[in-house]
């Protein structure tokens, strides 16, 4: 429905035009958007011009109900539809937060936990949307994404990371990700005895004791600069800064790698600078 009255303003002249001087000299922001299909956070550029533009819109329907389609002005005098537009838009700020929160190189896969998490509990708040089960989808959607992550190497990421430290994490899901810690370790040439040590350290940074109670900076700290100078222990015997230098260097994203061919494109097209 937001892609319908977007290209009717578009299309018709009339229409576009009274939209347009209208939002010259009442609106700051612009006008209606439209969005991007391969830049989804886009959408909600579009979603937040209708919310800006509602007034505007019911004043064109009392003053020139003429130059609007009957499937416009049936939009516009719904009560629901705005409604249904800030429901949808305040998801989607949600997703745009997410998306670009999630683009840094320093973003590791503790703090995509973190955003999947907000991002739940953003569909668990949505209000009911009239006449579509939005909120059911998204949960479907959302449920669906979940289970194709390998929840637990994230969640490993979240106990390593020196601020989060696994808060709020039950015990039962501890006890799983000390199982994977010990797995990854054999696989990384450890044995039994140093993976007994590596559970006992990565128990003792749980619990913030002394030796590993260093402060983070969440506005200027990098996790991997934190545990580089983290040795409370021989390098040798520090199990628990090699495991976490390995899980917390893993970059979770393709951003970099988009970004670069953006680039060699725009270079290799006809609309590089000759």
């Known amino acids: 429905m937001h892609r319908t009255s977007f290209k009717y303003f578009k299309q018709s002249h009339q229409a576009g035009e009274e939209l347009r001087s209208k939002v010259l000299n009442e609106i700051v922001g612009g006008g209606l958007k439209s969005y991007v299909v391969t830049r989804w956070t886009t959408v909600w550029d579009c979603t937040n011009s209708i919310l800006r533009l509602e007034q505007i819109l019911k004043n064109i329907l009392d003053e020139s109900p003429e130059k609007l389609s009957a499937d416009i002005s049936e939009l516009i005098q719904s009560r629901s539809f705005f409604t249904n537009v800030e429901a949808v838009n305040t998801l989607l700020g949600t997703v745009k937060s997410v998306v670009k929160s999630l683009e840094f190189k320093t973003t590791t896969f503790a703090d995509c936990f973190v955003e999947l998490i907000k991002l739940s509990q953003k569909i668990k708040s949505l209000p009911p949307v009239s006449d579509y089960d939005f909120k059911y989808q998204c949960v479907e959607r959302f449920n669906k994404r979940w289970k194709e992550f390998d929840i637990q190497l994230y969640l490993l990421a979240y106990i390593f990371h020196p601020h989060y430290r696994g808060k709020g994490l039950r015990l039962t899901v501890l006890r799983n990700v000390y199982i994977l810690a010990m797995k990854i370790w054999i696989n990384m040439g450890g044995g039994e005895l140093s993976s007994a040590d590596l559970i006992s350290q990565i ?25 580089l100078l983290c040795n409370p222990v021989r390098s040798e015997e520090n199990h628990i800064q090699k495991l976490a230098l390995k899980i917390l260097a893993i970059t979770p994203h393709n951003a970099g790698c988009e970004r670069v061919f953006s680039v060699l494109g725009w270079f290799a097209n006809q609309r590089r600078t000759k």
């Open 203 to 227: 128990q003792s940074f749980y619990l913030r004791k002394e030796e590993y109670n260093i402060p983070f900076s969440t506005n200027k700290g990098d996790v991997l600069t934190w545990w």
